[in-house]
């Protein structure tokens, strides 16, 4: 409160000098056209002392004005003292006048003089009324000049003149109360407001701050677990199942279970940062219907029977033209959350064209969503108290669902019945395309067993490898020599490395962690193409996925895999950019 009484004097201050400093030119035309006019018939001496003296208050008000408030140091009541002085003073000299100049003038000459100070009365009322020190520090000198000579017999003005002396002083004085309250309670107002919009703007930026900070926690969070999870997963690719007794492959297919379910949620997070940086490729061209479903039911269908449920699907084949692999994401996080969530029954997909474009519904016989909590299902780690013992993973499945529609323009809508089941609609913006009899498929259906490594390769290929860690670069130099291909190890130092390549023909594509010891994958990738003057397939495996570099690499044509990942993820990889 005491904050703003003192933003109300401030702005009070800024609108006083404003109108001070406009109502400067009038300070002097005034007495020196007054002057002028009442020159002959005055008495010389009363009106040289009279103008004298308006000049120097004129003077001492230009320098209270323009140059004494300039000072920094003074506060805003001194300010305004300052200027009411100045204004004082000057409008002090127009009561005098009617003490010394006017009861020597003729009766018209007087009226005139009356004329001009209520003129002077009139300009001022606008500019020094909101603040009531400065208004009556304008205006009561000059009406108890006027008073005093007109009330004082012999009457300088019949009685009709008096009345409307008295009423114009009335009349400025009601304006002054009225506009000053009009403006105290507009400033108030909107002075509340900027107070009001501060403390929403502070709010705001304490959610962004808190947003980044939490942000900034799931990155490292993900980047410092990632890194020991990777190994594992290297580890337990480096074991033989079968060469384990019962109880150990047991205990041990048990701890690969956790582990895929670990890798599950480290990719989800890293599906949302892929969104949130805008890396997402977006790759529109047709495609058969049966494609997108063959791929849901063949990587959905088992896990759906493993809980003893009936995953169906209901479509008719068409055409599509639309993101086959963005939808792949879309519907698989969907049946995912409906397989997650059912106990016992079916879940129903169907697939449809409405108004030509592709729609599609995924209904389950699970427990429903309560009414209440349809609005927060989409939200980042949300997942509903009652129901948390029915899903291991992070609560992240539809919040990509709804980033995903987002991108893809597709809209979505849910509707669930508590201890019933769930639907849920996508109703898409990819156009559907009917098959014609007789015609080609949209892709050509390859029904040869695909070539073996070997004959892709045709000769051993090279891999460079940059890995800091001795154990895992062990892992990855056993499992790409066991494929055929030739493994380099090759220092990250700048000099070495330049000098071990000058005896290097070729290489064939590079493997390199992206943190390493004293420099970083993305510099070494650029190193080595510089160097042979070829853009080299490369590929960086990384524990972070920051969006700054999930579009720097995206940027520098290197494919990322993301840790944790197994090295027979790693080495089929390899493999596919190989083929390109």
């Given at each position: 409160m005491q904050n703003n009484e003192e933003l109300l004097l401030e702005e009070k201050y800024q609108f006083l000098e404003t109108a001070s400093k406009a109502n400067t030119a009038g300070t002097v035309i005034g007495p020196v056209l007054t002057g002028a006019l009442i020159f002959q018939e005055a008495a010389l001496g009363n009106l040289i002392v009279w103008l004298t003296t308006m000049a120097l208050c004129v003077a001492f008000r230009a320098y209270m004005v323009f140059s004494k408030n300039k000072d920094q140091t003074l506060s805003t009541k001194k300010k305004i003292f300052n200027l009411n002085l100045g204004v004082f003073t000057v409008t002090a000299c127009w009561g005098l006048g009617w003490l010394i100049v006017t009861p020597t003038l003729p009766f018209n000459l007087q009226c005139l003089y009356l004329l001009m100070s209520s003129t002077a009365v009139f300009v001022g009322l606008y500019g020094y009324s909101i603040h009531r020190p400065t208004f009556l520090c304008f205006a009561l000198p000059i009406f108890i000049g006027q008073f005093i000579v007109s009330l004082i017999p012999p009457f300088m003005f019949p009685w009709p003149i008096l009345l409307g002396e008295f009423a114009f002083s009335l009349y400025a004085i009601k304006m002054a109360s009225y506009f000053s309250k009009s403006w105290v309670k507009t400033i108030s107002l909107q002075i509340q407001n900027q107070t009001l919009n501060k403390a929403l703007?502070?709010?705001?930026?304490?959610?962004?701050t808190a947003n980044i900070a939490k942000s900034k926690f799931i990155a490292t969070a993900s980047h410092d677990l990632r890194q020991p999870l990777h190994a594992v997963n290297i580890y337990l690719d480096l074991f033989e199942p079968n060469k384990l007794n019962p109880k150990e492959r047991i205990n041990f297919l048990q701890i690969r279970k956790s582990i895929k379910t670990l890798n599950s949620m480290f990719s989800s997070l890293l599906d949302l940062s892929k969104l949130d940086a805008g890396a997402s490729d977006k790759l529109e061209k047709p495609f058969e219907l049966i494609e997108l479903i063959?791929?849901?039911?063949?990587?959905?269908?088992?896990?759906?029977?493993?809980?003893?449920?009936?995953?169906?699907?209901?479509?008719?084949?068409?055409?599509?033209?639309?993101?086959?692999?963005?939808?792949?994401?879309?519907?698989?996080?969907?049946?995912?959350?409906?397989?997650?969530?059912?106990?016992?029954?079916?879940?129903?997909?169907?697939?449809?064209?409405?108004?030509?474009?592709?729609?599609m519904t995924i209904e389950d016989t699970g427990c429903g969503i309560d009414s209440t909590l349809l609005d927060k299902i989409f939200?980042?780690?949300?997942?509903?108290?009652?129901?948390?013992?029915?899903?291991?993973?992070?609560?992240?499945?539809?919040?990509?669902?709804?980033?995903?529609?987002?991108l893809s323009d597709t809209e979505l809508s849910v509707n669930s019945v508590l201890g019933s089941g769930t639907t849920i609609?996508?109703?898409?913006?990819?156009?559907?395309?009917?098959?014609?009899?007789?015609?080609?498929?949209?892709?050509?259906?390859?029904?040869?067993?695909?070539?073996?490594?070997?004959?892709?390769?045709?000769?051993?290929?090279?891999?460079?490898?940059?890995?800091?860690?001795?154990?895992?670069?062990?892992a990855y130099k056993q499992a790409l020599t066991q494929n055929g291909?030739?493994?380099?190890?090759?220092?990250?130092?700048?000099?070495?490395?330049?000098?071990?390549?000058?005896?290097?023909?070729?290489?064939?594509?590079?493997?390199?962690?992206?943190?390493?010891?004293?420099t970083t994958g993305d510099l070494i990738i650029q190193q080595l193409r510089d160097s042979f003057g070829i853009d080299i397939p490369a590929i960086i495996i990384t524990a972070d996925t920051s969006p700054q570099h999930i579009q720097l690499f995206k940027e520098l044509n290197i494919k990322v895999l993301y840790k944790p990942i197994g090295y027979s993820d790693i080495v089929d990889a390899i493999k596919l950019l190989l083929k390109k």
């Open positions: 703007e502070f709010e705001r930026n304490s959610a962004i063959g791929f849901l039911s063949n990587t959905y269908t088992p896990i759906a029977s493993n809980k003893n449920l009936v995953l169906q699907f209901d479509f008719m084949n068409m055409g599509i033209n639309g993101d086959k692999l963005l939808l792949q994401q879309l519907m698989g996080n969907l049946i995912s959350n409906a397989i997650q969530y059912t106990a016992i029954g079916t879940i129903l997909v169907k697939a449809t064209a409405v108004n030509n474009c592709l729609h939200d980042e780690f949300f997942r509903v108290d009652s129901t948390r013992n029915m899903h291991d993973g992070l609560g992240l499945g539809l919040s990509i669902v709804k980033r995903l529609c987002k609609t996508l109703h898409t913006k990819y156009p559907s395309l009917p098959l014609r009899d007789g015609s080609e498929s949209l892709i050509k259906n390859v029904s040869h067993e695909s070539p073996s490594p070997q004959e892709v390769l045709l000769e051993t290929k090279t891999i460079a490898v940059f890995e800091d860690d001795h154990t895992i670069f062990d291909f030739a493994v380099l190890s090759l220092p990250e130092n700048s000099q070495s490395l330049m000098n071990q390549l000058a005896n290097i023909n070729h290489i064939d594509c590079i493997l390199s962690d992206y943190r390493l010891e004293t």
